[in-house]
């Protein structure tokens, strides 16, 4: 079935330091994909999406993109901040209404 | 913001109490999602519903029920609280507008509720 695989953390990074998280997917047809963020006691926000392939998400300076060559979609930021420090997760959308998440990666951004 | 009220948003029962999560929305979507959330398992889907008086399950439904009455209000129930039950448990909200099955992905969360089953 459908799976989605995302490097595990605590990553822990400098303040103005390059980000990236990996993300690889395994999925039938062509899935949209999706990067979430959940700031401390709050829930999931939606980061960035891309719905076809070598389409890029970006929000936030925050960028993705879509690579089905290598069922890939890692998130990366050229210079955190602080204020980075969250929970990211990857998803895809399955069939039949639902998503498929990946565990979370838990980003901690030091000054 | 999405308006999605969670309530209570902490609570701590003990074993064999029943419990219920009220989850309210003000958008009028169609599709409301019922996920817990543990270290390490990430979001994992409970219940979610199309529509009202339509509802599925989800990877993680055993012990939970649901029902959804109204648009507005989607309602998770423990009959029966476990240990195993004690958890983070949100709710979410999407409107589907692509005609087809799937999701769009872009969901809305509430705040979530903290549940501890002594």
């Known amino acids: 079935g459908d799976s989605v695989t995302q490097m595990e953390g605590p990553v822990t990074l400098s303040e103005e330091a390059f980000l990236t998280i990996n993300c690889t997917y395994t999925?039938?047809?062509?899935?949209?994909l999706f990067w979430y963020v959940q700031y401390p006691g709050e829930g999931l926000q939606l980061l960035l999406k891309a719905t076809k392939a070598d389409d890029k998400g970006s929000n936030k300076g925050f960028e993705a993109t879509y690579r089905k060559e290598t069922t890939s979609f890692h998130l990366e930021k050229g210079s955190v901040q602080v204020s980075d420090s969250a929970v990211y997760f990857c998803?895809?959308?399955?069939?039949?209404?639902?998503?498929?998440w990946g565990a979370g990666t838990k980003l901690i951004i030091k000054p | 913001d999405a308006g999605i009220t969670q309530s209570p948003r902490h609570k701590v029962t003990e074993t064999g109490t029943p419990v219920t999560l009220r989850c309210h929305q003000t958008?009028?979507?169609?599709?409301m999602y019922w996920y817990r959330q543990d270290p390490g398992h990430g979001l994992r889907l409970i219940h979610y519903s199309y529509g009202v008086k339509d509802t599925d399950k989800g990877e993680v439904s055993d012990g939970y029920s649901v029902s959804r009455s109204k648009t507005e209000d989607f309602l998770l129930t423990l009959e029966s609280a476990t240990s195993s039950q004690t958890s983070v448990y949100f709710c979410?909200?999407?409107?589907?507008?692509?005609?087809?099955?799937?999701?769009?992905?872009?969901?809305?969360f509430g705040e979530g509720s903290r549940l501890t089953v002594l």
């Open positions: 999925a039938t047809g062509y899935p949209s």
């Open positions: 958008e009028n979507h169609r599709y």
């Open positions: 979410a909200i999407s409107e589907n507008t692509s005609g087809s099955l799937k999701n769009t992905g872009e969901l809305f």
């Open positions: 998803a895809l959308s399955g069939s039949n209404y639902q998503l498929i």
